[in-house]
């Protein structure tokens, strides 16, 4: 009797030392390969650390991250030499002058959280081309007295959808409108042609709540649980009012999550990778 319990308390504490196969990490996608994202390998902090440890059974997840469905367009115009991020490309709507910027990009894995949606911004006052000179924001102008003046309707709107992917939640097979979180105060509003305003070099974020299946959102569309391989569309629109230099290029939208391990989802080999 007593070797049958003591053979009972061996396998408990056996079990109490295995390491759990589930669990949560963090994760980001972007457009096209993510591990060559520019600005996310600049970022020995937070992104690089994932970029090297979220690893499937595949390996690292994010060196195997192109799928046919991403893309960056715009109507902005020609890439070129970014004057906030020096080997950075990206394409010019100057002042008072419109476009619009699209990014499409597939979650490698379910998400088990809100969704940071990061646009990392490059605003210049009209006619600089240095960031340490002449750093602006969106929406503001400053008048010939030198009074300053604060313009929302010149400023940015940002639109989010949701599309179905490979292994959509049952039903979700029409797209809906993401909605996203106030900061502060955490009221949900539907990002649909919202404005943000955006300065000089620094990220602006956004909480994307997560959505869930039989829930819904804000514009009034049912939702569903997102999935490793749906895919997330994003639209900066730039109005005609527009009283920055604003640049955006394929790298400058990230969304940043934690991942439901088990979840992993490969795609195409990065170029050199």
Same mark, same amino acid.
């Given at each position: %009797?007593?070797?049958?319990?003591?053979?009972?308390?061996?396998?408990?504490?056996?079990?109490?030392?295995?390491?759990?196969?589930?669990?949560?990490?963090?994760?980001?996608?972007?457009?096209?390969?993510?591990?060559?994202?520019?600005?996310?390998?600049?970022?020995?902090?937070? $992104?690089?650390?994932?970029?090297?440890?979220?690893?499937?059974?595949?390996?690292?997840?994010?060196?195997?991250?192109?799928?046919?469905?991403?893309?960056?367009?715009?109507?902005?115009?020609?890439?070129?030499?970014?004057?906030?991020?020096?080997?950075?490309?990206?394409? &010019?709507?100057?002042?008072?002058?419109?476009?619009?910027?699209?990014?499409?990009?597939?979650?490698?894995?379910?998400?088990?959280?809100?969704?940071? &949606?990061?646009?990392?911004?490059?605003?210049?006052? $009209?006619?600089?081309?240095?960031?340490?000179?002449?750093?602006?924001?969106?929406?503001?102008?400053?008048?010939?007295?030198?009074?300053?003046?604060?313009?929302?309707?010149?400023?940015?709107?940002?639109?989010?959808?949701?599309?179905?992917?490979?292994?959509?939640?049952?039903?979700?097979?029409?797209?809906?409108? %993401?909605?996203?979180?106030? &900061?502060?105060?955490?009221?949900?509003?539907?990002?649909?042609?919202?404005?943000?305003?955006?300065?000089?070099?620094?990220?602006?974020? *956004?909480? %994307?709540?997560?959505?869930?299946?039989?829930?819904?959102?804000?514009?009034?569309?049912?939702?569903?649980?997102?999935?490793?391989?749906?895919?997330?569309?994003?639209?900066?629109?730039?109005?005609?009012?527009?009283?920055?230099? *604003?640049?955006?290029?394929?790298?400058?939208?990230?969304?940043?999550?934690?991942?439901?391990?088990?979840?992993?989802?490969?795609?195409?080999?990065?170029?050199?990778?």
């Amino acid at each position: %009797m007593e070797l049958k319990k003591m053979f009972v308390v061996i396998i408990a504490a056996m079990l109490l030392a295995t390491p759990a196969l589930a669990g949560n990490v963090p994760e980001f996608d972007a457009v096209d390969c993510d591990a060559q994202n520019f600005f996310a390998v600049a970022d020995l902090v937070q $992104h690089v650390p994932v970029i090297n440890n979220n690893v499937g059974p595949f390996g690292p997840i994010n060196f195997s991250s192109s799928f046919p469905p991403e893309s960056f367009t715009t109507t902005a115009g020609q890439l070129f030499p970014d004057p906030c991020f020096p080997g950075y490309v990206s394409a &010019l709507t100057d002042v008072w002058n419109e476009a619009v910027y699209n990014w499409t990009i597939v979650l490698q894995m379910k998400p088990e959280s809100d969704i940071n &949606l990061n646009i990392k911004d490059c605003i210049l006052k $009209h006619n600089e081309d240095c960031i340490w000179t002449g750093a602006g924001q969106s929406g503001r102008y400053r008048a010939t007295n030198g009074q300053l003046f604060f313009v929302p309707s010149a400023n940015p709107t940002v639109t989010a959808v949701a599309f179905p992917g490979l292994y959509a939640t049952p039903n979700f097979t029409s797209p809906f409108i %993401m909605d996203a979180r106030t &900061l502060p105060g955490l009221n949900l509003v539907p990002l649909e042609d919202a404005l943000y305003t955006s300065k000089a070099l620094w990220y602006e974020g *956004i909480v %994307m709540a997560l959505p869930e299946t039989g829930a819904t959102n804000t514009s009034g569309q049912t939702t569903y649980n997102l999935k490793q391989g749906d895919i997330i569309t994003v639209k900066v629109t730039i109005p005609g009012n527009n009283t920055a230099d *604003i640049r955006y290029g394929e790298d400058n939208v990230i969304l940043k999550y934690i991942g439901i391990v088990g979840t992993w989802y490969y795609g195409s080999r990065c170029a050199g990778g």
